[in-house]
């Protein structure tokens, strides 16, 4: 822990662990097991790689690899070089890769050979083994970003979020100074994509604090029971999770209990499913700590920590009990014109600390409206608050209950989705008059999205669904394909002129065709 407080650089800190335990395993991916010591000469040899193709201290560097241990390896090399890392995840479609490419001002990515998703006219990086790098990391030069990732963006165009190496060490340094006990015998999953956020707690969690990372499968990161022999298996003690996944794991484990050495679960990424997690502590009481953490990737993963108790999930009602700010970080619940609201009123969240993304990159209009230097009432000085568009409400006892959105951004399968990203994918079609994407629960509790459409002409609805569900694919990533399209004849309006979403959504005579 005195390492990490000490520390500028996430390198370093690895590093350190490396070089006092180099036979430890660092990761298990399915049958490899890789050492601390392999997988620093792996990051070397990516860093090797790198001076190669004449990459510099500064640059970004693409990722663009198959989930694995080599991801991690690669992210490894693209920080001791001293530059930052886009994830261009090859399951994404190839013009929304191109766009992060372009816009990231990427020229040189890491990927396999036979990377088909790659877009043309950029420098594929691969490792050598055997060519690593002698000298020492590299500093970052300021206002090098550790990462860029890349967000729904409400225009129709993802936005890439430039995060700093210290907001990372804050984070870490800011959970392991009372809300956690990290230490060397923690096994942690990697249960999320490198391009979501919550990997970068997942690989930096262990790595930090010397424990091992094991790699989810990707058949296995959809299927409860699968998921819980891997956790048993491979004595699993840190899992994190998103809600929507999580609400099937008491039924699994209700079906065949395995032996589980679990110490925490960490929810995030959308509101919890109280429900599921009251029957997860009837299954299991007290047997692990379970913690609900509020953050968005603008705020490096994780702003506040809650421990969950029964009475903190014993209501079904609207809010997610968030509990409270974490130590780096100040939450302020403004109205609309910018003054604090009394307590146990609703209000936007801002977050102020030295966890903030520093804007979005190229992107200085978007940074500039979201990102705002205030000086609060009751605040000694000036800050930079990002203007979340979340809703809470503060409680006397100093935590916070997330209410949900003040616009039309959604929390669906653990991403955040702006629906105006998925709207502007089917208006691009020609044969598209009007589009709405609406969310919508089945009986079971599932969040559907769901897309209805008005077509400039209705004769060929039923064929159009099926092209129109392409023309997503090739649009979109797979968290954002709508799972219903719904070809209606109009848009009802309420008598308010607004549109009736509840008609539209119930009214199966305005329904042409549904694909």
């Known amino acids: ?233 491979q004595r699993v003690t840190v899992l994190n999770a998103v809600p929507s996944f999580f609400k099937y794991m008491p039924k699994a484990y209700e079906r065949a209990p395995v032996p589980l050495a679990l110490r925490y679960v960490v929810f995030g990424g959308e509101q919890l499913d109280p429900l599921s997690v009251r029957r997860w502590m009837d299954l299991r009481p007290g047997a692990e700590t379970l913690v609900n953490m509020y953050g968005i990737t603008e705020t490096t993963v994780h702003t506040t920590f809650g421990a969950l108790t029964a009475d903190r999930v014993a209501s079904d009602g609207s809010g997610t009990w968030i509990g409270e700010p974490l130590a780096h970080h100040r939450m302020a619940l403004l109205t609309t014109e910018g003054q604090p609201v009394p307590e146990g009123e609703p209000g936007e969240v801002y977050i102020a600390g030295p966890g903030l993304a520093d804007g979005y990159f190229g992107q200085p209009d978007l940074t500039a409206e979201r990102f705002l230097r205030l000086k609060l009432a009751g605040d000694d000085e000036t800050r930079i608050w990002y203007r979340t568009g979340d809703v809470a409400r503060r409680l006397s006892d100093g935590t916070y209950v997330y209410l949900g959105r003040n616009d039309r951004q959604i929390s669906l399968r653990g991403f955040r989705v702006e629906l105006g990203e998925v709207e502007a994918a089917l208006r691009a079609e020609p044969d598209v008059l009007d589009t709405v994407a609406l969310t919508e629960e089945t009986a079971g509790g599932e969040s559907l999205l769901v897309a209805y459409v008005v077509l400039a002409e209705d004769r060929a609805a039923t064929e159009l669904t099926a092209r129109l569900r392409e023309a997503c694919r090739t649009r979109l990533p797979a968290h954002m394909l709508p799972n219903r399209i719904v070809v209606v004849s109009e848009m009802p309006l309420a008598p308010s002129g607004k549109l009736d979403k509840a008609r539209l959504s119930t009214d199966s005579g305005l329904r042409v065709a549904v694909g």
């Open 1 to 233: 822990m005195h390492e990490l407080k000490q520390a500028t650089s996430l390198y370093e800190v690895f590093a350190g662990q490396a070089a006092r335990r180099p036979d430890a395993v660092a990761i298990t991916d399915g049958p490899v097991e890789v050492t601390y010591g392999a997988l620093e000469t792996a990051a070397r040899e990516y860093r090797a790689a790198l001076v190669r193709h004449g990459v510099r201290p500064g640059d970004l560097v693409g990722i663009s690899l198959e989930r694995g241990w080599e991801v991690v390896a690669a992210i490894l090399g693209v920080l001791g070089h001293g530059c930052g890392y886009v994830p261009l995840d090859p399951s994404y479609p190839a013009d929304r890769l191109a766009f992060m490419a372009r816009n990231s001002g990427v020229r040189s990515v890491i990927s396999a050979p036979d990377n088909a998703a790659l877009p043309a006219g950029f420098d594929p990086v691969a490792r050598s083994a055997g060519d690593a790098a002698d000298a020492e990391p590299l500093p970052r030069p300021a206002g090098t970003p550790a990462y860029v990732i890349y967000t729904s963006g409400s225009t129709g165009r993802p936005k890439g979020v430039a995060v700093p190496e210290s907001a990372v060490l804050e984070l870490f340094r800011s959970c392991a100074d009372g809300p956690f006990e990290f230490g060397l015998d923690d096994v942690w999953t990697q249960y999320f994509s490198y391009s979501f956020d919550f990997s970068v707690w997942e690989i930096w969690g262990s790595l930090l604090f010397g424990g091992r990372l094991v790699i989810v499968p990707p058949e296995t990161t959809r299927r409860p029971g699968a998921l819980l022999e891997l956790l048993a298996e």
